[in-house]
């Protein structure tokens, strides 16, 4: 997850490796519901603007054409976090 505009450029959250487990029925309808996810070895780098926002906010984001909502994720695991 990038950064907003108004930050320095970098990222919130990298991470080293992403394991999706996804709903099998939702793909049949095609749709993706994450069920679980497990982040490996992420670094939370959060920022703040002298204003308030945190980097983490983006109020400016807008909603894009080829991107698709995430719902709940009911498991979310962290391995090896600093």
């Known amino acids: ?5 108004i930050f ?4 919130v959250i990298p991470v080293a ?5 996804l709903s099998v029925g939702a793909l049949l309808h095609r749709q993706v519901v994450v069920k679980s ?9 959060l920022t ?3 204003d308030g926002p945190w980097n983490f906010e983006n109020p400016q ?5 080829n991107s698709f909502p995430l719902g709940p994720i009911s ?3 962290i391995k090896l976090g600093c």
């Open 1 to 5: 997850m990038k950064n907003a505009p």
């Open 8 to 11: 320095p450029a970098g990222y």
């Open 17 to 21: 490796r992403i394991d999706a487990e």
């Open 37 to 45: 996810l497990v982040l490996e070895d992420p670094v939370l780098n």
């Open 48 to 50: 703040s603007d002298p």
């Open 61 to 65: 984001s807008e909603v894009l054409a």
């Open 75 to 77: 498991s979310v695991k």
